[in-house]
């Protein structure tokens, strides 16, 4: 069975709640858009995504109430370098979008979004310890899952996948 | 380095409390959770978990092998729902590579994660029981655990790590006699449920050590992520089962049990019921159980028959093929979750279009709900926060990955 192309046109997809949502609010905060695989992502200027989760969360028609998942891709040695994810949930109405943020390599660092959702904090902590990408205003901002006096961030695709001997 | 903030000790933040260290080697914390407590007197001031003592760099391991190879390491992420770990990996790339899955293959998979799902709930019930202090439950429930890890022995010739699951399908065909030991065990079970409540609900000692103990509110559960039992113990009505269902589970009846205390026997109750309603998916899985194979028609990626390598040239070629070089997955990214007995398990796996994953995330419902431990235990007793840790499921294995 071939997978149907994505849509990546903005004007197409302008109906998806969370795509609306954010247009209305500010057209320059969306980068870009694809829908593939029958999932929605969003492509997010850098500095929108705190405000855009926060809008997301209280949107009357489709809230995205849950925060469930926040990871990280590295596509090094592209640049921007990382790539932070975010995928939220709508328990009432049962749809899910993918958010983005892309980070330059040299101290990658964005908006924690805590503040939004307090849940936030272990998925930024482990993005934080594993590829080094600093989360601006986390209350704890520090390794959760190696050790405090780790050196390197072991998710980066220049580590090693047996580590340094 | 320079920018890691000090290495976090715990300091008495008043006169009059101080630091109580629980863990990592402690038997109630299912593994290796630390648990740093500030304590005045017998009440709790601050709880903070520290967690990463079984971190194996799994999601690291993945990237370096082929899509095919990643399903074992999946299985020793929970150890104790290894299949339903199996299942989310292989919706995950099934999805990635739009595969079309047997119906047989689907009831088949149903029907085992439910059988994971009450084995994964039997263990919980069992050590959180001990470590309250019934005795009892523990060995009524191992007893049952038990037969389903035969179950699973006969299926998949592993009791624990099962790894049963193929990206297109199954493994292999049930063994003979297998669905008749099935419908054995889902006879009897329910009347072994009765004996768990029992022993349980009703008493008057399991009532107090769990009724209006570790509440949390459905906000609170919800802003820190957490789910599965643990938010429908607070009156959050979501089940990905029957929500937003994979894996043919829009076919099958069963209630999803909600409370609305928010304290630990409400998801002790929650799960209670989870047992009854998953015997139930299993007695309809076995009732309605497709004909037809258990394999997807895609060579290239699903390993062919071994009837067929025999007398089949091209057969021959795409299992070299496979087993040497993998199978190419189209480039892009799927988020697939799944009902895990803890919650929302979801593997969110990235392709570049080579035969390797580019990245694999497991997003694990226990990660996220141990978080919401501080909330439930601050302000509260100490001796409650073995019950609250037990009511949350935690398994350390998943948290660290």
Request: glycine share 6%; proline share 7%.
């Amino acid at each position: 069975m071939p997978l149907p192309p994505p849509i990546t046109d903005l004007e197409e997809l302008k109906n998806h709640p969370a795509i609306a949502r954010v247009l209305g609010w500010n057209r320059q905060a969306i980068e870009s858009a694809k829908f593939d695989r029958d999932e929605m992502t969003i492509i997010l200027d850098r500095s929108a995504i705190r405000e855009a989760c926060a809008l997301l969360k209280e949107d009357p028609a489709c809230p995205f109430d849950f925060l469930s998942d926040v990871t990280c891709g590295d596509w090094y040695p592209a640049e921007p370098r990382f790539e932070v994810v975010y995928h939220l949930l709508s328990i009432p109405n049962k749809e899910r979008v993918r958010l983005k943020v892309r980070l330059n390599s040299s101290s990658p660092a964005v908006d924690s979004i805590t503040a939004v959702w307090p849940g936030a904090n272990y998925f930024e902590r482990e993005v934080y310890d594993l590829f080094g990408v600093r989360f601006n205003g986390h209350p704890h901002l520090r390794r959760i899952l190696m050790p405090e006096d780790w050196e390197g961030h072991p998710l980066r695709k220049d580590y090693p996948v047996e580590g340094y001997r | 380095m320079a920018h890691l903030t000090p290495t976090p000790v715990l300091e008495p933040a008043q006169d009059r409390t101080m630091i109580l260290n629980m863990g990592p080697q402690h038997p109630s914390t299912h593994g290796v959770l630390r648990v740093l407590l500030e304590i005045d007197g017998e009440n709790i001031v601050r709880l903070m978990p520290d967690i990463g003592y079984l971190h194996t760099g799994i999601e690291k391991t993945c990237e370096a092998k082929f899509y095919q190879q990643v399903v074992p390491l999946t299985d020793r992420i929970d150890y104790l729902c290894p299949l339903t770990n199996n299942l989310c990996y292989v919706l995950a790339v099934e999805k990635l590579l739009g595969l079309e899955i047997p119906p047989k293959a689907q009831w088949l998979r149903v029907l085992l994660n439910e059988l994971t799902r009450i084995n994964s709930h039997l263990v919980w019930l069992g050590t959180h029981a001990l470590d309250i202090g019934a005795m009892t439950v523990f060995l009524y429930c191992f007893r049952e655990r038990e037969e389903i890890l035969k179950i699973f022995e006969m299926v998949s010739g592993q009791r624990m790590m099962t790894s049963y699951f193929r990206v297109g399908g199954i493994a292999l065909e049930p063994p003979l006699g297998f669905f008749d030991r099935v419908r054995d065990f889902a006879g009897y079970f329910p009347e072994k449920v009765d004996e768990y409540e029992d022993l349980l609900t009703g008493n008057p000692i399991w009532m107090m050590r769990t009724k209006g103990v570790a509440r949390i509110t459905a906000e609170d559960a919800i802003a820190l992520g957490a789910t599965g039992p643990t938010l429908r113990g607070s009156g959050v009505d979501i089940d990905l089962r029957r929500d937003m269902p994979y894996s043919s589970y829009e076919k099958f009846q069963f209630k999803v049990p909600v409370s609305q205390e928010g304290d630990v026997f409400a998801r002790y109750i929650c799960r209670v019921q989870e047992l009854r309603e998953s015997i139930g998916i299993v007695r309809q899985a076995l009732d309605g159980m497709p004909e037809g194979p258990i394999k997807a028609d895609a060579p290239g990626v699903v390993l062919p028959d071994r009837e067929r390598m025999k007398t089949q040239m091209e057969s021959l070629i795409y299992h070299f093929k496979i087993i040497t070089e993998g199978f190419a997955v189209p480039a892009g990214e799927v988020y697939q979750a799944v009902e895990s007995p803890r919650g929302e398990m979801g593997y969110y796996i990235v392709s570049d279009g080579t035969a390797k994953p580019y990245r694999v995330h497991m997003r694990s419902a226990c990660f996220a709900n141990l978080q919401t431990l501080s909330k439930m235990c601050e302000g509260k007793l100490i001796a409650d926060v073995v019950a609250a840790i037990g009511s949350i499921d935690i398994v350390l294995g998943e948290i660290d990955r």
